[in-house]
């Protein structure tokens, strides 16, 4: 993987590791020796050799024996070398290598592997993932208290950061959504009950979950990709009033769709008594003066706004 950025600490590199099955024959051969040496040297345990009826083993001087001593701690060592080291890679997983306390790479290769018994192996799942958080605490443009709940999808892209740029890279992430939460709600309002008076719909509110989570994720992915985590998506799930204020902000909102509905009455009844008076007089059916046409205006008026609409 190529490097970033240096001073965020050690980039992913690929750990040295062997295909595990060559390895485990070697052990079994290490193990074959350490079990031909001891019965040579006699140390096979009585009830052993009368099952597989072994011969009773040649007599040796002490130079044979010390070689056949150096047979089996040198195979029986590689046994331990061998079956040590061997481990099972599984797919969506990875292997992060130290030693002493250094990086020594990452093995992402699946199946049966065999990697230095002396390096310390720490497990990073590098699958996709999503995380669906609790409700949190935010507030609008306006300083309203809300409680969001988003869906986070993302995935560790460079494992080395993920374990040495951050203590705990999953806490990291859950704080980065906080704190993008808190700097892309706090620029819109929640709602904008004056439009809905005004009958307009122009300026963008928090009901926008396409754009707020399009800049949501923008932001959470520039913060985490330092500490090794690529995130696709991040959507608001929910967008809610506190329940401090839901009750009073409900009340806002009904009397907000109140508001536009009279004032799109009041238009449709003024647009009908303008439509009536202009064809009586354009028709010459009758002739008004100024009183005359004022006092039908107010007629027409308390008729069209009083009637009934299923009639």
Same mark, same amino acid.
């Given at each position: 993987m190529t490097p970033q950025n240096q001073g965020d600490g050690p980039v992913e590199r690929t750990g040295r590791s062997l295909p595990g099955r060559p390895v485990a024959l070697v052990g079994l051969v290490g193990l074959a020796a350490m079990a031909y040496g001891c019965w040579l040297l006699g140390?096979?345990?009585r009830f052993v050799a009368d099952f597989l009826e072994l011969p009773r083993p040649p007599r040796a001087g002490t130079a044979d024996r010390a070689g056949q001593g150096a047979l089996v701690a040198g195979s029986g060592a590689l046994a331990v070398l061998a079956? #040590?080291?061997l481990t099972r890679c599984r797919a969506g997983g990875?292997?992060?290598?130290?030693?002493?306390? +250094?990086?020594r790479g990452t093995v992402r290769r699946t199946g049966l592997r065999w990697i230095s018994p002396l390096m310390l192996r720490r497990r990073v799942d590098v699958r996709l993932r999503h995380w669906r958080s609790e409700p949190l605490a935010a507030v609008d443009a306006q300083g309203t208290a809300?409680?969001?709940?988003?869906?986070?999808?993302?995935?560790? +892209? /460079?494992?080395? +950061?993920?374990l040495f740029a951050v203590e705990d890279h999953l806490r990291y992430l859950r704080e980065q959504i906080e704190a993008a939460l808190a700097r892309v709600l706090?620029? @819109?309002? $929640? /709602?904008?009950f004056h439009e809905f008076r005004e009958g307009r719909e122009a300026s963008p509110t928090l009901r926008d979950t396409e754009s707020v989570g399009?800049?949501?994720? +923008? @932001? @959470? #992915? $520039?913060?985490c990709a330092r500490a090794g985590?690529?995130?696709f998506s991040a959507q608001p799930v929910?967008?809610?009033y506190a329940p401090e204020v839901a009750d009073v902000m409900r009340r806002r909102r009904i009397a907000a769709l109140e508001a536009r509905h009279r004032a799109g009455v009041l238009a449709g009844v003024v647009d009908s008594v303008q439509d009536t008076v202009e064809r009586l007089t354009g028709r010459g059916l009758v002739e008004l003066d100024d009183h005359e046409r004022n006092a039908l205006v107010r007629e027409l008026t308390v008729a069209f706004a009083t009637a009934d609409p299923s009639a």
């Open positions: 140390w096979t345990p079956f #040590g080291g990875s292997w992060v290598l130290t030693l002493c306390g +250094r990086y809300l409680r969001v709940e988003v869906m986070v999808v993302w995935r560790v +892209r /460079d494992t080395a +950061r993920a706090s620029q @819109l309002p $929640a /709602d904008s399009a800049e949501l994720t +923008r @932001l @959470l #992915g $520039a913060e985590l690529e995130v929910r967008i809610e």
